[in-house]
């Protein structure tokens, strides 16, 4: 697999997404429950980056 | 007839330093791309520590601090304007690989006033906001992680303008070798835009 704009855009929808949902628990909760959520996401994202990358690379 | 022979063996030998080593899988433009997105990341890391610090560990007794407030509103509507260019960048890359120049222009140029629109929205922001940098804590992190973001979004549309440029004059072509000159910018771009997405919910929302 190759590299490019393409796959970098595809982290941006994904990421807008994410973003979108913690904003909308945020505000229809409290910013802890935001928060506590954006922290699962962020790992979650880190894991799915890290196997992302590795099968870009190989 | 021996000298002859070591003098052809020379003249086919590489003088000068070897080649530089080329990846099948990823050219040096974009290697060279990811591998600064790598440090951006870690630059923007260090402004976070500093704003969590700040807010969690310092621990005010509100956040933002009596009597600021951020302009939520305004800010998520800058936050669609920035998403926007995002999408109009990967429209202006799809149609050059398609040999669309047409849409390459109108993609880059619509990528462009998405981007100087969210700057000088931003710039508005700061003008009209109550507080400044040497108010507390909280206004010293405020503008620098928002000022840093709006640097790079300053450096992105510097990148833009050349690739418009070079785009009007009919540089590109859709060999993906022929059009590094986007894709590359565009790469940066999509990183500005991802990063805006996390200063905003971390700054205005959480």
């Known amino acids: 697999m190759r590299l490019n704009e393409a796959a970098v855009f595809k982290w941006v929808v994904i990421v807008g997404l994410a973003a979108a949902l913690v904003v909308a628990v945020t505000l229809l909760t409290r910013p802890l429950v935001g928060s506590l959520l954006g922290l699962v996401i962020v790992i979650a994202g880190c894991v799915y980056a890290y196997r992302w990358a590795r099968e870009r690379w190989s | ?206």
């Open chain 2, 1 to 206: 007839m021996e000298s002859a022979t070591v003098t052809v063996g020379h003249a086919e030998h590489h003088h000068g330093p070897p080649e530089a080593n080329q990846s099948s899988r990823i050219d040096r433009q974009t290697l060279g791309i990811l591998l600064f997105i790598v440090s951006e990341v870690m630059l923007f890391g260090a402004f976070f520590a500093s704003y969590f610090f700040l807010r969690v560990v310092v621990d005010p007794p509100s956040w933002p601090p009596e009597p600021y407030h951020l302009p939520v509103g305004v800010a998520g509507m800058n936050t669609a304007i920035l998403v926007s260019s995002s999408f109009t960048i990967h429209y202006a890359l799809e149609a050059i690989r398609r040999g669309n120049h047409k849409g390459l222009k109108l993609g880059l140029v619509a990528t462009w006033l998405l981007g100087a629109t969210f700057l000088f929205i931003q710039i508005n922001e700061y003008v009209h906001i109550g507080f400044s940098a040497r108010d507390l804590g909280f206004g010293s992190i405020f503008y620098s992680l928002t000022g840093l973001h709006g640097a790079h979004v300053f450096v992105g549309l510097m990148l833009l303008t050349f690739a418009t440029i070079r785009a009007f004059r009919g540089h590109f072509g859709p060999k993906a070798e022929d059009h590094l000159g986007v894709e590359v910018p565009g790469i940066y771009w999509h990183f500005v835009d991802i990063m805006w997405l996390v200063v905003y919910v971390t700054v205005y929302i959480l």
